[in-house]
């Protein structure tokens, strides 16, 4: 049973935390992973030849690069919501661009082999940290939920359950000019967050321009 509980005057439903359960034959990486950033940063990323790895204790105090499988993104992430109540809502999926261009107007978008990557990646549930009742308060009674994270090759279980997921890298990601996938220009309301539950169409549509005639076109096709 969860308990209830006031964290930062929002009410908060403490939950604990589940490990879905581990099946034979789901422990398979994607593929590729993905990275979104500004344009102006994308150019300084291809010019040092690597993703940095953000120190532990900034933004979501996890160590690493993150990045996303871009089905999980678009089947899972557009369905994840916050509701404050009366702080309102928003919607992940429309964030993450927000996010990732912080309030430049063109996103970017790298498309990273998980062969490069290390053995020692790990991923984090965002949808079991909100049903846990994060909430994205960042004091010492949710951190520990923040640096909640799992093996990578139990990726597979949680995104058949419908998991929000993200994969994060303990080290540097070795970057190639060839690994920008394409740069586009995210609508206005794209440079805000976006008050609301939904995911935009202007959040899909963004996604359809940056992978136009490319593999990962197909994905986006079933929206």
């Known amino acids: 049973?969860?308990?209830?509980?006031?964290?930062?005057?929002?009410?908060?439903?403490?939950?604990?935390?589940?490990r879905p359960t581990v099946t034979q034959d789901v422990r398979k990486l994607p593929k590729f992973l993905y990275h979104f950033t500004s344009a102006e940063n994308a150019d300084k990323i291809i010019k040092s030849g690597k993703l940095i790895a953000k120190e532990e204790g900034s933004d979501f105090n996890v160590a690493g690069v993150f990045m996303f499988d871009l089905e999980n993104f678009?089947?899972?992430?557009?369905?994840l919501f916050?509701?404050?109540g009366e702080y309102g809502s928003f919607?992940?999926?429309?964030?993450?661009?927000?996010?990732?261009?912080?309030?430049?107007?063109?996103?970017?978008c790298?498309?990273?082999?998980?062969?490069?990557?290390?053995?020692?990646?790990?991923?984090r549930d965002q949808?079991?940290?909100?049903n846990a009742g994060e909430k994205l308060n960042f004091g010492e009674d949710v951190s520990e939920l923040i640096k909640k994270v799992d093996d990578a090759e139990l990726y597979r279980i949680y995104h058949q359950k419908g998991h929000a997921i993200e994969f994060i890298n303990p080290a540097d990601v070795k970057i190639n000019k060839e690994d920008l996938v394409n740069i586009a220009e995210i609508p206005q309301e794209l440079t805000t967050y976006v008050p609301g539950k939904e995911p935009l169409e202007s959040a899909f549509?963004?996604?359809?321009?940056?992978?136009?005639?490319?593999?990962e076109a197909r994905i986006l096709e079933r929206i």
């Open 127 to 130: 949808s079991n940290l909100i």
């Open 110 to 123: 790298f498309r990273i082999p998980t062969k490069r990557l290390s053995k020692n990646m790990v991923i």
């Open 205 to 215: 549509n963004t996604l359809r321009y940056l992978f136009i005639k490319q593999p």
């Open 82 to 84: 916050i509701d404050n």
């Open 91 to 108: 919607n992940f999926f429309n964030a993450l661009f927000t996010q990732a261009t912080k309030g430049e107007k063109n996103i970017a």
């Open 1 to 18: 049973m969860g308990t209830i509980q006031t964290v930062n005057n929002i009410l908060v439903k403490k939950l604990p935390y589940v």
């Open 74 to 79: 678009v089947k899972n992430w557009s369905k």
